[in-house]
């Protein structure tokens, strides 16, 4: 069966067991605290971050490693096989590429932080191993369900840049401590937007043919927009990377065009879905995924404005900010609003138990509290990295941290409600 | 939400709209007036509200339940798996009572008006009832629906209408 809600039939009968994605997740809302904890406690870093090692750098592979990554890899490991149905190969495999993950993101951040060569190797080659046996599975599962057209598509190419991206990065390490690279900021620029656009960028589109036809209630996107919001993608890609690396601005610029007419062509196909759906009120969330949608938009024009040499060096880093903060973690945090408690929900249907409600599981309050603090966090982050001010970003910072703590605490109430709390059972009809 | 090839899948489907419109208006009601705020029940828009979530949820609760249940679940689990439409059942459990008990506060509503007791109830159950039928809709109208509507075959079609307007008729 392909169609957007086999994510559900079968949902219960395949769900793993939910320590995997869980932990992947902790470790997510972990590292999520602990990024916003480190621009509020660098600014100066944050604000003028022109690469090499430090808290700035370490903060952002908090939240490349440690919050999306980690998150893309337990949403892949507990979603893929439902929505599929090609199970797992191996649910061990993924409970040993956690042991290596989420220790070696740690190690590695703690490494970039400190400036330290060998925690950031040893680290760097932990979460390379952990990200290897990811991506065998994920793409074992993923090669068995090509007939299931977005996801095929979008996730294979993903893992390929993953497979890039971790070969760069671990090319920078090593050129950290023995110096052989003659264009190191070039190679970190390709880095970013290999492993930030391609891997977790086309992921997120991917998965926004599944997950955002069913928060709506809506008719999925046709195949033939699906394919041209890819290609577009990718070539956006392949070209905005090929002209980062060779200095070649006008391809660079080219490059963040055809990525600004696929994001286009997939926000009309996401605005349709949520204009026709059935579900008109979304809650928080969805203000999150527009407002993760409207960040992708404005950092493919500051990358088109900054190849196109109106930017000094606040053009790049504004880029880096608006594409990985604003929509990446932006539009995350909207989709793991609604599927936290979606999943829990599913975890504790069954056994004659009655489920808690999905409104005691997500509390408006509770969503709106953390929304207000992400968006004042990226305001106020995103203007002092604009004017190259420390106050702003260390004001931005602790936003941030407020909010990233309140969004552990509506994880961990889901926890508690579902595992922790004993249940009212079903009464049967006679 | 999909294009169904079977008649009797997308009378349900339909059903599912007409469900959650009047869903989505009645949480508006309960997000307009507090549980310590009782609207007035002969207020015209808000009498229209009541009668029409009544009607949608006592039909919902009998008839399109009861044909789940005894006709698609069945085929369901013979097709594909059991564990789903077991998990779709439990829900009925839950929701039936739930629905039930809010039809007959609206029905007293409709002759007593809201007292701050009645409306408080009605509020909490109105608001759990908006809630998991929601959910439940979801699951139906994203899994079992369009998983129905590529195991069955065509020539089951017109009994299972039938079926169904018997079931209604009756």
């Known amino acids: 069966m392909s169609f957007p809600g086999a994510v559900l039939m079968g949902a219960q009968a395949r769900l793993l067991d939910p320590t995997i ?51 893309a890899m337990g949403a892949a490991f507990q979603m893929l096989p439902v929505a599929t149905g090609r199970p797992l190969r191996s649910t061990r495999a993924a409970r040993i590429a956690s042991w290596f993950f989420i220790p070696g993101t740690g190690l590695l951040i703690w490494g970039m932080a400190a ?18 046996i990811f991506l065998v599975l994920i793409s074992e599962i993923l090669w068995r369900a090509r007939g299931f057209e977005p996801l095929g598509r979008f996730g294979l190419t993903a893992l390929a840049a993953l497979l890039v991206g971790v070969a760069l990065g671990f090319v920078l390490i090593m050129d950290d401590d023995h110096g052989f690279l003659d264009q ?67 391809l660079a610029a080219g490059g963040a065009f055809f990525g600004l007419l696929g994001a286009a062509l997939h926000l009309r196909g996401m605005a349709r879905c949520l204009a026709t759906g059935m579900r008109k009120n979304l809650g928080v969330s969805a203000l999150l995924l527009r407002a993760g949608w409207g960040f992708l938009v404005t950092s493919l024009i500051v990358g088109l404005v900054t190849a196109l040499g109106f930017f000094e060096m606040q053009g790049p880093r504004l880029f880096a900010f608006l594409a990985l903060f604003g929509w990446l973690l932006t539009f995350l945090l909207g989709v793991l609003q609604r599927i936290l408690p979606f999943l829990g929900s599913m975890n504790a249907t069954g056994a004659g138990t009655k489920p808690p409600r999905p409104s005691e599981l997500a509390p408006e309050g509770l969503l709106r509290a953390h929304a207000l603090l992400h968006a004042l966090a990226l305001v106020l982050v995103g203007t002092g990295i604009g004017m190259e001010a420390a106050l702003p970003v260390r004001l931005g910072g602790i936003a941030g941290l407020l909010g990233a703590v309140i969004y552990a605490g509506f994880a961990l109430r889901i926890w508690w409600l579902i595992h922790g709390r004993p249940h009212a059972t079903i009464k049967e009809r006679p | 939400m999909f294009a169904l090839r079977l008649g009797i899948l997308r009378s349900l489907h339909e059903e599912h709209v007409a469900m959650l419109a009047v869903l989505e ?13 009782p609207p007035d029940a002969t207020e015209e828009s808000v009498a229209k509200l009541l009668a029409d979530v009544a009607a949608a949820l006592g ?112």
């Open chain 1, 21 to 71: 994605p869980y932990r992947y997740f902790a470790a997510a809302l972990g590292f999520h605290i602990l990024l916003w904890a480190l621009i509020a406690a660098f600014p100066e870093d944050a604000a003028v971050f022109a690469g090499g090692s430090g808290p700035a750098l370490a903060a952002l592979h908090s939240l490349t490693l440690g919050v999306l990554t980690a998150t």
């Open chain 2, 25 to 37: 208006r009645l949480e508006n009601l309960l997000a307009a007036n507090g549980p310590r705020n």
């Open chain 2, 59 to 170: 039909d919902d609760v009998t008839h399109h339940y009861a044909f789940e249940e005894a006709r698609l679940f069945p085929r369901f689990a013979e097709l594909a798996d059991p564990g789903i439409p077991e998990m779709l059942r439990q829900e009925h459990e839950i929701i039936r009572p739930l629905a039930e008990r809010l039809v007959a506060i609206i029905a007293q509503a409709k002759t007593d008006g809201f007292t701050t007791a009645t409306w408080a109830e009605f509020h909490g159950t109105g608001g759990e009832v908006a809630e998991r039928e929601a959910f439940h809709i979801q699951k139906e109208e994203m899994g079992l629906l369009p998983a129905l509507d590529q195991m069955l075959e065509e020539d089951e079609d017109g009994p299972l209408q039938m079926a169904y307007v018997e079931m209604k008729g009756g």
């Open chain 1, 115 to 132: 400036g330290e060569h060998l925690p950031m190797a040893l680290g760097g080659f932990a979460v390379a191993l952990g990200l290897g």
């Open chain 1, 184 to 250: 190191r900021a070039r190679t970190a620029a390709v880095h970013l937007i290999v492993a930030g656009f391609g891997f977790m960028g086309l992921l997120a589109l991917g998965f926004s043919h599944v997950l955002v036809p069913l928060f709506a209630l809506a008719q999925g996107v046709p195949a033939g927009e699906s394919r041209a919001t890819f290609a577009l993608s990718a070539l956006g890609l392949v070209a905005g990377a090929a002209g980062v690396y060779h200095g070649v601005w006008f």
